[in-house]
């Protein structure tokens, strides 16, 4: 009998399917209470792409194979100095490739007792250490045919003659890495780092054919590294697209080839305060490009914005992926987001802008031609997102949402960048170097999201008293704790410490609470009904207790203040002005 019930309880067809428009007229009728529209739950990326609240079987398109098949993704990690113990605990750990920075001397000292035929080698793009890394093979204890790894060289000049012989002496190894991390790192968009990529390819595509290659073998050379961040789907439907277009360049030349992508976790999404949240960063970035089908993962290690990794951050670094093969078993499906509506209609949305910016530089006369374009856009995308960083619509936790002001700094030796040890510091723009082999970021500056909140965190640990804006808490606390909360994340994102009032009942509370604080600048923090009965005596209270500077936590008072904070302010403007109040010079 239980049986029989349990199976009357599904089935299939016992309740009418719902439309997208019956779906959409219910979710209307609740918006409308709150005086909000159906739009308001559509939102757009960076790219103009629209975001829906809802993907059904009416969004669904055409399947498309996009991932070989394969097991797992390889591990590979980053090393800038030439550290043996480094490189072999990292080997030792589970890394399977190693990514080098590093001096050409320092290769055959630095690769003593590794394996070569079982981790690769993937260098930085020196003419120099490619020519050593093939000295290095022709010496060790493995087949030719055995060798894999890329000397990432740019296939110009004298790096054409290194290409060459590694071909004739090494098949497997690829020469030629598309590194999209430059557009990435100024702050662009996925479709513009895609379009852009794509553009670098087919220029590299044009050296090498008219060096002589055949087209096949042109291919064959490239490997294409992008940026993984913590925006899961858009990171997923990245590297789809990504595959997706190179299949069609692939097509259009007359060859069957497929993309083999190294994924980097995001620079720019890494901070220097909180950094330990930049384990939960990497984290998602890593599984984002997992399901996304790289073929590579490069984890940085949590600390990887402030200097030279330490053990730890290494371990830590390597066994997220560890974990995410090993234990979540990520790499046993193929295309584990094939047949999501959602990641299939981003997938297609972002091929599509990509291949439009791919066409657009193209009819500029290719990326070299194309570099003041390629920059504008990217600076107008970075301008764009810098705005919404700014009000905190775009949230970095740690930094400019729950920051830590009791946080214990981080020190690290310094250490070079992640693309290419001839980066400027962050924030400004690296020299243009010529196409002998060196890694060229086309002029680009390189950005974090966390830069500007954590400059203002730098001004307040800089001064011989921590800056101090106080909380003019009115009634009880769970009248104010709201507002109070949202003040005190505000205020603290900029460094500023946060004294409160508490529980008060009467404005001469507020006032003296205020007045033993020492503070110039105090933020009204209560609830709708008590600013009705108490905004405006609060006011008069604190200004003549010594208040300088009142704002109100909220959008209107019929109090005379002297700016509102709110969802949506301008959060770094706010801050600005107030270190510029306080007369806190930079």
């Not at 219910?26 to 005086?35: E, F, H, N, P, S």
């Not at 008069?540 to 709110?566: C, I, N, P, S, W």
Request: aromatic fraction near 8%; glycine fraction near 6%.
């Amino acid at each position: 009998m239980m049986e029989l019930a349990l199976t009357a309880e599904f089935r299939p067809n016992e309740f009418p399917s719902a439309s997208r428009e019956q779906w959409r007229e219910l979710v209307d009728a609740v918006l409308r209470k709150t005086g909000a529209s159906f739009d308001s739950l559509v939102t757009k990326t960076y790219d103009g792409i629209e975001l829906q609240p809802l993907y059904t079987l009416d969004d669904a398109l055409e399947p498309y194979a996009l991932a070989p098949v394969k097991q797992g993704w390889d591990i590979r990690q980053r090393h800038a100095v030439p550290d043996p113990v480094a490189l072999m605990n990292d080997l030792e750990g589970g890394v399977t490739s190693v990514w080098l920075a590093v001096p050409a001397a320092s290769l055959e000292r630095l690769l003593d007792g590794v394996y070569l035929d079982l981790a690769p080698i993937v260098l930085d793009g020196s003419v120099d250490a490619a020519r050593a890394m093939l000295r290095i093979y022709d010496q060790a204890p493995v087949l030719a045919d055995e060798v894999r790894g890329n000397l990432a060289l740019t296939p110009h000049g004298e790096a054409l003659d290194v290409i060459r012989q590694a071909r004739s002496q090494f098949p497997g190894l690829r020469t030629v890495v598309v590194d999209a991390l430059p557009f990435h790192d100024a702050g662009g968009s996925d479709s513009e780092e895609l379009g852009a990529s794509l553009a670098l390819a087919v220029s590299h595509l044009r050296a090498l054919t008219a060096a002589g290659f055949e087209v096949s073998a042109a291919f064959e050379q490239l490997e294409f590294r992008y940026a993984a961040t913590a925006d899961q789907f858009m990171t997923i439907a990245k590297l789809r697209a990504a595959r997706r277009l190179w299949a069609r360049v692939a097509e259009v030349s007359g060859v069957d080839a497929v993309q083999v992508q190294h994924a980097v976790t995001s620079s720019a999404m890494m901070t220097r305060r909180d950094p330990w949240v930049n384990m939960l960063r990497t984290t998602v970035a890593c599984l984002s490009a997992g399901l996304g089908g790289a073929d590579s993962v490069t984890v940085q290690p949590f600390d990887a914005a402030i200097g030279l990794p330490d053990e730890f951050a290494r371990r830590i670094a390597r066994n997220t992926q560890n974990l995410l093969l090993e234990e979540s078993h990520l790499g046993e499906v193929i295309d584990p987001a094939a047949g999501s509506w959602y990641v299939e209609k981003l997938t297609d949305s972002l091929a599509v802008e990509a291949w439009a910016w791919f066409q657009e530089i193209e009819r500029a006369g290719g990326l070299e031609e194309a570099r003041s374009l390629v920059a504008s856009r990217i600076a107008a995308t970075w301008a764009a997102r810098s705005a919404r960083l700014a009000n905190r619509s775009d949230p970095i936790t740690g930094v400019s949402e729950f920051p830590n002001l009791g946080e214990k700094p981080v020190v690290r030796e310094p250490a070079v960048g992640i693309d290419s040890d001839s980066q400027a510091p962050w924030g400004e723009t690296p020299p243009i170097p010529s196409f002998s082999g060196r890694s060229d970021n086309f002029g680009l500056p390189r950005v974090r999201y966390a830069q500007a909140f954590e400059e203002l965190r730098d001004l307040a640990d800089a001064q011989p008293e921590r800056p101090q804006v106080f909380l003019a808490t009115l009634g009880p606390v769970a009248a104010h704790t709201a507002r109070a909360t949202f003040a005190a994340n505000l205020f603290n994102a900029g460094g500023f410490a946060t004294p409160n009032a508490g529980a008060t009942r009467t404005p001469e509370d507020v006032a003296a609470k205020f007045k033993e604080s020492g503070a110039k600048v105090a933020v009204l923090c209560g609830s709708d009904t008590s600013y009705a009965e108490s905004a405006v005596p609060t006011v008069e209270a604190l200004r003549a207790a010594g208040a300088e500077r009142v704002l109100l936590a909220g959008k209107k008072t019929d109090a005379t203040v002297d700016g509102f904070v709110y969802t949506g302010c301008p959060a770094l403007e706010i801050l600005n002005d107030t270190y510029g109040f306080l007369g806190v010079e930079r």
